[in-house]
């Protein structure tokens, strides 16, 4: 059984350009979460979504941050024009269900790198 | 949100050696899990662990959600235990709180 698959694993994008960074969850699992690492720090959470919808957007920044889960295809999270301080390593978990008592399973990430 | 606090921040141990992490949130969760971040910063899933006590090989939990801590137990650690040890709690719909995570050095 696959776990939870992230690509690109490294992404380089020079300031203005855009960032594509996609999560296919595990198998059965329909409940995708998206995080943020900045360096020397813990995760802090970006979004929650069920497929073709946005269940939880409040860590995610006002402007240029979008995420999607479309009803076929992975996860999506995109950020426009990007910025030095964008710098950081993504991940993505994914569960089964929702709720109480639900583990939670993560993906090894995308580095992505702002010159 | 939840605040997650994780004692100590730093911890230097001698091959063979037990420790204990500390993880203490201020509020009540139904979700728990402990993850290790190895060196190349994969987060592996080590417990999920609401409450109750848990083991696996040298590795143990515990989780008194009522009293809002839960404790990680690594026995005769070995130089890949090294890396970053964090907790994460949740509620509701899973959205989770890290904590800054305990950065663990197994010397040989």
């Known amino acids: 059984n696959a776990g939870v698959m992230q690509n690109p694993r490294h992404l380089v994008r020079r300031r203005g350009q855009e960032a594509r960074l996609r999560c296919s969850p595990m198998k059965g699992h329909s409940h995708v979460y998206w995080y943020r690492q900045l360096p020397e720090e813990g995760l802090k959470f970006m979004v929650y979504?069920?497929?073709?919808?946005?269940?939880?957007e409040s860590g995610m920044p006002k402007e240029r941050f979008s995420a999607e889960f479309p009803k076929e295809g992975p996860s999506i999270l995109r950020i426009q024009q990007v910025v030095r301080g964008d710098s950081a390593a993504y991940f993505c978990?994914?569960?089964?269900?929702?709720?109480?008592?639900?583990?939670?399973?993560f993906g090894p990430g995308t580095r992505l790198t702002v010159l | 949100g939840i605040q997650v606090e994780q004692s100590p921040p730093d911890l230097i141990l001698q091959e063979g050696a037990n420790s204990t992490l500390r993880c203490n949130f201020s509020?009540?969760?139904?979700?728990l899990q402990w993850f290790h971040q190895n060196p190349w910063g994969q987060l592996i899933n080590l417990f999920y662990i609401p409450s109750g006590t848990k083991q696996n090989g040298r590795l143990s939990a515990t989780t008194v959600a009522t009293e809002r801590y839960s404790l990680l137990y690594i026995s005769s650690s070995q130089t890949t235990d090294s890396g970053v040890y964090f907790c994460?709690?949740?509620?509701?719909?899973?959205?989770?709180?890290f904590g800054s995570g305990t950065k663990l050095n197994v010397k040989p």
């Open positions: 979504l069920q497929k073709e919808n946005i269940i939880d």
């Open positions: 994460a709690v949740g509620y509701n719909f899973n959205k989770f709180y």
């Open positions: 509020d009540s969760v139904n979700n």
């Open positions: 978990a994914s569960s089964p269900t929702s709720g109480a008592y639900n583990e939670q399973f």
